[in-house]
């Protein structure tokens, strides 16, 4: 028979499972039951990638850090837009170098639970090893850096005697933070789903690009058919859409740590994606990347989203002038005539 004790802990123990069923978040369903993930998401943050080594094995931010971290963002941001007469004017003969920091968007918050960084998975929040043999190009925004074709970072270049020789963003293929994976950086910072019942696309604020991944249960393409942004196959596990991506191009890396670095090669990338509405305002992504010929183990990468607004286009290839200008320029420091 059981104690009073007792049938007040199972009382307690039921209405706790009650109230965490109640507050459980049941995301707006589509017309056909799946959870509505439409709309603008905007995925800025101030969280690193990578844990910063000066935190060591710390996993959050107190909130002490959190708000220091938040104060100075905003100092910085109030800094950019403060009206001064001779703002961004650069001295005569000077480096004129990259956009500066007015252009620049690193976000205003970090993440919601409070990380050191996006990686979750291994606990110390940093890439895993490269294999040995790994080819790692390391570029810069500013100035080229010594290296080889394919260049598989995506700002930056190895020269410019060929436009082959300059970063994917750079030729308008691929955006800097679009991925896939998606990876927070610079500004342009939002993509777009739509939903059907068989499709689903994602279209990147960042150079426009769209994809359209099927949910229908298609095969992957055969191997021999590569391309930039892998070829994506989606599906529902609960109320999370998973799309699992293979086929990309060796042209690609298996992974960019950040816009000027890119390690392996995509074509031996395996790469799982999970979207996750948490809150009316609120799309938690996260990633898994597998490929054991790059990395000594697979890594996961968590990025919640903030509900948008609107997406601007990106128009790189009408516009990209800069690219012409890259090459002719080093044609005028060669002294060849321009044709």
Not at 17 to 29: D, E, F, I, K, V
Not at 199 to 223: C, K, Q, S, T, Y
Not at 245 to 273: C, M, P, Q, R, W
């Amino acid at each position: 028979m059981p104690t009073y004790a007792s049938t007040v802990t199972l009382v307690l123990v039921f209405y706790a499972g009650a109230a965490s069923a109640q507050t459980a978040y049941n995301p707006p369903r589509t017309t056909e039951g799946k959870p509505d993930l439409q709309g603008v998401w905007d995925f800025r943050t101030l969280t690193p990638l990578e844990r910063p080594a000066a935190a060591g094995d710390k996993a959050r931010l107190t909130a002490e850090e959190k708000a220091a971290a938040e104060s100075k963002a905003a100092a910085r941001t109030a800094a950019q837009s403060a009206p001064t007469e001779r703002k961004g004017v650069l001295p005569v003969g000077g480096a004129v170098g990259a956009y500066n920091d007015f252009w620049l968007d690193s976000g205003a918050k970090v993440v919601d639970d409070h990380r050191t960084s996006l990686i979750v998975d291994p606990p110390s929040g940093r890439l895993p090893p490269v294999q040995p043999g790994i080819d790692v190009q390391v570029g810069s925004a500013s100035e080229d850096t010594p290296g080889h074709r394919p260049v598989r970072f995506r700002t930056g270049g190895i020269g410019g005697d060929s436009y082959e020789d300059r970063g994917l963003a750079e030729r308008c293929l691929l955006g800097f933070n679009s991925g896939p994976p998606i990876i927070p950086g610079g500004y342009n910072q939002n993509i777009q789903i739509i939903q059907t019942h068989d499709h689903v696309v994602i279209l990147n604020e960042m150079v426009h690009d769209a994809r359209i991944v099927p949910l229908d249960g298609r095969p992957h393409f055969p191997p021999n058919i590569r391309q930039w942004m892998g070829d994506g196959r989606g599906r529902w596990e609960g109320d999370t859409l998973v799309i699992e991506s293979t086929n990309f191009s060796d042209k690609t890396a298996s992974f960019n740590a950040s816009i000027s670095t890119a390690i392996g090669t995509g074509g031996t990338l395996h790469l799982v994606e999970r979207f996750r509405r948490v809150a009316d305002d609120t799309l938690l992504y996260e990633y898994t990347v597998t490929d054991p010929r790059t990395f000594t183990q697979p890594f996961t990468v968590r990025l919640p989203m903030k509900k948008g607004e609107d997406l601007f286009e990106y128009a790189c290839h009408e516009a990209n002038y800069g690219l012409t200008n890259v090459l002719s320029g080093a044609r005028a420091a060669e002294g060849t005539p321009r044709r």
